[in-house]
């Protein structure tokens, strides 16, 4: 698992790039995320506080959801709590694609002005595994504070989805 984070100037935006691998090929681990029953077992496994699938649409051709997740307060560094002054509210909408394994992600953060936008793209590997890869970005527009609450959700976004990526190898070996 690898993640660069970049970003500088107060104006632009903080870039993230995160790879997940996993040890399964990429239609296996597709057909998971794009799975009602993965992302509701992934929620209660690793969702926080108050978890809930809001929304779940699939097609012939996409699958698309909202995600609510929960971060207590007493998890989040000092600079995030003294501005939330409460947990952290997740909200994150994801569109998948089948053809090409690509998706779209979009999260908020409840009491922040800010968000994450970002592509996700999943493919094979050699030897059978796959791998995902998440390309974004992080802005959040609080003068002086914006730069290091950036930093703080790309590198919480890049904990969270190596978090999943564990759950969702776990969870396709329990339905081998």
């Known amino acids: 698992m690898v993640t660069t984070v970049n970003g500088s100037l107060r104006d632009m935006a903080r870039r993230i790039e995160h790879l997940t691998?996993?040890?399964?090929?990429?239609?296996?681990?597709?057909?998971?995320?794009?799975?009602?029953?993965?992302?509701?077992?992934?929620?209660?496994?690793?969702?926080?506080?108050?978890?809930?699938?809001?929304?779940?649409?699939?097609?012939?051709?996409?699958?698309?959801?909202?995600?609510?997740?929960?971060?207590?307060?007493?998890?989040?560094?000092?600079?995030?709590?003294?501005?939330?002054?409460?947990?952290?509210?997740?909200?994150?909408?994801e569109v998948w694609t089948e053809a090409g394994r690509a998706g779209t992600v979009e999260v908020t953060l409840?009491?922040?002005?800010?968000?994450?936008?970002?592509?996700?793209?999943?493919?094979?590997t050699a030897g059978g595994g796959s791998e995902l890869t998440l390309a974004g970005q992080v802005k959040v527009g609080i003068p002086l504070m914006g730069g290091k609450l950036e930093k703080m959700i790309a590198e919480q976004v890049a904990v969270l989805l190596d978090k999943e990526a564990e759950?969702?190898?776990?969870?396709?070996?329990?339905?081998?």
């Open 21 to 93: 691998t996993f040890p399964r090929p990429a239609s296996e681990v597709y057909a998971a995320l794009v799975d009602e029953g993965h992302l509701r077992d992934r929620l209660v496994a690793l969702g926080g506080t108050d978890p809930a699938l809001v929304a779940f649409t699939t097609t012939d051709a996409t699958t698309s959801y909202q995600l609510k997740q929960g971060v207590p307060a007493d998890k989040l560094p000092s600079v995030a709590r003294g501005l939330l002054g409460g947990d952290l509210v997740i909200e994150r909408a």
């Open 110 to 124: 409840d009491g922040v002005p800010g968000r994450l936008d970002g592509t996700f793209t999943l493919a094979d």
């Open 167 to 176: 759950f969702t190898t776990e969870w396709l070996a329990r339905r081998a």
